[in-house]
Nanobody
Framework: VQLVESGGGSVQAGGSLKLSCVAS?????????MGWYRQAPGKERELVST????????YVVDSVKDRFTISQDLDKKTLYLQMNNLTTDDTAVYFC??????????????????WGQGTQVTVSS
């Protein structure tokens, strides 16, 4: 399974960006938990948001609630992160992640341990 992110860039505070993550390989996209992490310079990687389509469950860290929305296009095997009202604190490299699927393509765990290469988001004041 491979994940490829896109959509990062530079914006001014208050602006918006939409990140995309395309999954390839043998994975039942709707069943496997997927998420977005971010890592700012000098800081640890932080979980931003997760989703599992079949359970209709999502998680969003408090610091981005009401500003960031996670979603999926199951047909396109694409994960999205819509980011609105960005602040300088949102500056980071954003990573897409998913579980390691079983040979069947289904996932039964919780740990997100397959990562994309990351996409840079820079917010200026």
């Amino acid at each position: 399974v491979q994940l490829v992110e896109s959509g990062g860039g530079s914006v001014q505070a208050g602006g918006s960006l939409k990140l995309s993550c395309v999954a390839s390989g043998y994975i039942v996209f709707a069943v496997c938990k997927m998420g977005w992490y971010r890592q700012a310079p000098g800081k640890e990687r932080e979980l931003v948001s997760t989703i599992r389509a079949t359970e209709r469950t999502t998680y969003v860290v408090d610091s981005v609630k009401d500003r960031f929305t996670i979603s999926q296009d199951l047909d396109k095997k694409t994960l999205y992160l819509q980011m609105n009202n960005l602040t300088t604190d949102d500056t980071a490299v954003y990573f897409c992640a998913t579980e390691t699927p079983q040979p069947s393509g289904y996932c039964y765990g919780e740990d997100l341990n397959i990562w994309g290469q990351g996409t840079q988001v820079t917010v200026s004041s």
